[in-house]
């Protein structure tokens, strides 16, 4: 199995920047694909940034050139760096991880953008 474990979510204003990351263990030695999804209130979960590995990154049109996603492999974590924030990105974001077409999930936390 694979647990994945969000944190560094929180509430920031429009402009501001926050940094989530996602600490992975168990059966992770073969997932190279991972990414970062987020669920607003009333709306269906959606691909915020993915990278495969280690180095193919694939972003939303609604945060390129704003987030960065990004791996630590001596830490078995991964991170998404998130600027010029908007009130839009308001979500809870989960964190993803797939091996042979299986998804596993953590449980999401909570990121409000709001003045």
């Known amino acids: 199995q694979v647990q994945l474990v969000e944190s560094g979510g929180g509430l920031v204003q429009p402009g501001g920047s926050l940094s989530l990351a996602c600490s992975a263990s168990?059966?992770?030695?073969?997932?190279?694909?991972w990414g970062w999804y987020r669920q607003a209130p009333g709306k269906e979960r959606e691909l915020v940034a993915r990278?495969?590995?280690?180095?193919?990154?694939a972003y939303a049109d609604s945060v390129k050139g704003r987030f960065t996603i990004s791996r630590d492999n001596a830490k078995s974590t991964v991170y998404l760096q998130m600027n010029s924030l908007k009130p839009e990105d308001t979500a809870v974001y989960y964190c993803?991880?797939?091996?042979?077409?299986?998804?596993?999930w953590g449980k999401g936390i909570l990121v409000t953008v709001s003045s």
């Open positions: 993803n991880a797939q091996r042979s077409l299986i998804d596993y």
């Open positions: 168990g059966s992770i030695f073969n997932i190279n694909t």
């Open positions: 990278i495969v590995s280690g180095v193919i990154t």
